[in-house]
């Protein structure tokens, strides 16, 4: 641990600013809290509002694991990973049962969370409405009044557009049946997981100076069309590492020939049962 | 019959400018009033004030909902001005881009406002907004087609199709046929004289152009400098107008 750093890098008092908003956006599920939003030693975009979350969050006896993509071992989940071993010397791991705080980019962990670990966000866009109305004052008025006719607007696109709901991460989501939400670019296949799961969820967005919460078990609805129901997207293939399939798969080109193979985003799960078959 | 709409002694000024000064005037269902006047005769501004658009400085706006309670406008939520705005009435704007969303297709105009009123059936949708197409003449074949694609008057009738849609029982258009040319004009008066017909609606029409007051409306208001100045039936009005001002605007139609 680097000596010169307060404890997980932010001084005593922003954090506790951080866990005041935080505290609001678990009693208002799905609410965006404005916070006070600092400068982060990363640019904007690598997810300075999701470090800042899990900085207010850090005790000495947590476990940390970052994924970007599903994966422990990308650019983005190595730096902030180290990053926080460093200010604050907590045990990192890259086995999701293991953590206590999982910060992730645009996946859910495919093991189940518990009620004992946080899922921490990075947020690029918390207004799920800005697409289509690029007023902020607007915007919270709609909040505000639960008007949200707007957003199938864009569903409707979708379907007239491509004959089906094409919008296949950052899919908009009712939480706790009030505020629409966005649970961050994570794909579509992941929004079940949010659905009254065990796990806290909190998202930060750092540019937009923005905190949102979905605490445990909340109610967490996916919008769609009476006649055009929300659906998860299939693979016809299977992990070739481990042949799961059930899990979201990436598609990987291989060599210069255009061969491609579909394994696991979720690297923790992938080692993992390729562990119990080997065993 | 009782009216629709009630306005009292409506004033509104911008600072020291007078926007417009003690207008009163009654909308009985199914009609359409026509406000006639010269360029910042504050026509527009009471049209806005009227639809709660803007905050009046003094007198009263009241309106009949369909349950036959009377609302009076300046005592109302936001929440609430935004329901009635989406469940009975509509608004027409002179520029067709100010009344559409622009970066989403025909048929997702025309729907939008029947999602804000919670219909979640995209088939439904998209059925209504082709019927609607159809009823203002558009191509329903162009439903998928941004708006910016379309002509000007292929958008302000795509607006008006936008708004009626929902079928309100009052609606509120600011000079919907300036800007277009004479024969497109024609068309979208038309279509607006029978559309007005078939929905029973009642309007509010904002116009600077006599000759629609003549084929539209049955009453007509003449403003000037913010104040009504004349009122009474659109015939009476242009063919034995008392007013000066309305006499010099009667005279200065061109007539060929």
Known sequence: MTPHYNFAFLDEDTKRMLRRALLKAVAIPGYQVPFGSREMPLPYGWGTGGIQVTAALLGPDDVLKVIDQGADDTTNAVNIRRFFSRVAGVATTEHTADATLIQTRHRIPETSL??????????PEPEPLRTLEAREAETRTLHALADYGLMHVKLYEDIAQYGHIATSYDYPVLVDGRFLTSPSPIPKFDNPKLDRSPALMLFGAGREKRLYAIPPYTRVESLAFDDHPFELQRWEQQCELCGSGESYLDEVVVDDRGTRMFVCSDTDYCHGRRAEAAA | MSALLQVRQLSLHYGQRVGCEDVSFDLHPGELLCIVGESGSGKSTLLNAVAAQLTPAAGSVRYRQRNGEWLELAALSEADRRRLAREEWGFVTQNPRDGLRLN??????????????????????????SHWLERVEIDPSRIDDAPTSFSGGMQQRLQIARTLVTQPRLVFMDEPTAGLDVSVQARILDLLRRLVNELGLAAVMVTHDLAVARLLAARTMVMQRGRVVETGLTDQILDDPQHPYTQLLVSSVLTT
Do not use: K, P, T
């Not at chain 2, 105009?109 to 059925?127: D, I, K, P, T, W």
């Open chain 1, 114 to 123: 518990r009620e004992d670990q946080i899922l921490v966000f990075q947020v």
């Open chain 2, 104 to 129: 989403v297709s025909a048929g997702a105009n025309v729907a939008e406002r029947l999602m804000a009123l919670g219909m979640r059936h995209y088939s439904q949708l998209r059925q209504l907004a």
